[in-house]
């Protein structure tokens, strides 16, 4: 099974990824953390990032890694955790930017496909292009929105939660950076999927938001983990002898 969550910056793509993951007994992938290790090993090796050649070495070098549930996922690069570092504001936008670089995306992508491919149960990934072009047979897309406002003081309160200095104008202002470099970017440019279900969240709470995603999915004939696991004791039970 493949999950696919598209949408800007501050739709609320990872955290309700996480829930459905959980619940579902999938992989996590937050694609966007990729990019994110990646900009900060940009950072780290003190590149300027209008380098493309330097950028694109480095992403051919960084060993980036998820591993641990959902709900406590560990970004790894280089072997180093970074899960903290990477959650910055100077590497959101740095991570904005190197985004843009195609042979940056393609390495990213590459990574992405073979993660998903390979997980026991299928997985979730959130990003800007998975169901458009890193998944486009996926098995659900959901296309997340906002309001800019909406998202930037979503964006706001989790940098205050985690002791980052900042002012709601300023991450409204980031957040329309980041929209206009997404959408206009040459490369995979977040756009939504044709077969995807486009939810708005401005005025929905996470739980209102997760409930739809999850209806949408069973409608699909996708079923939780507890309804796999009593399928399967029900198949032993069920299960002629020799």
């Known amino acids: 099974m493949i999950i696919a969550i598209d949408g800007p910056s501050g739709a609320g793509k990872s955290t309700l990824g996480k829930m459905l993951a959980k619940k579902l007994n999938l992989l996590y992938l937050d694609t966007g953390a990729m990019y ?14 209008d380098d493309k050649e330097k950028a694109i070495e480095i992403a051919k070098h960084s060993k980036i890694e998820l591993a641990g549930e959902p709900d406590s996922l560990q970004i790894k690069l280089n072997g180093q955790d970074v899960s903290s570092e990477i959650r910055t504001n100077e590497v959101s936008q740095t991570a904005s930017i190197v985004s843009s670089i195609s042979e940056v995306r393609k390495i990213l992508v590459e990574l992405q ?62 957040i329309n950076q980041r929209d206009e470099r997404d959408v206009s970017r040459e490369d995979s440019p977040l756009s939504i999927a044709e077969d995807a279900i486009v939810i708005d969240t401005s005025e929905l709470n996470l739980r209102e938001v997760y409930e739809q995603m999850l209806e949408e999915i069973k409608g699909r004939g996708m079923r939780d983990e507890g309804q796999v696991e009593r399928q399967k004791a029900q198949g032993e039970k069920e299960k002629p002898l020799n």
């Open 36 to 49: 994110r290790g990646v900009a900060l090993a940009a950072l780290q090796a003190g590149e300027t990032i």
């Open 113 to 174: 496909r073979t993660l998903g491919e390979t997980a026991p149960n299928g997985c979730v990934l959130d990003g800007r292009d998975i169901g458009t072009v890193v998944f486009p047979n996926a098995d659900v897309k959901f296309f997340l929105t906002a309001k800019p406002e909406a998202r930037a003081r979503r964006r706001f309160e989790e940098d205050l939660q985690r002791g980052q200095k900042s002012t709601y104008e300023k991450t409204l202002a980031e």
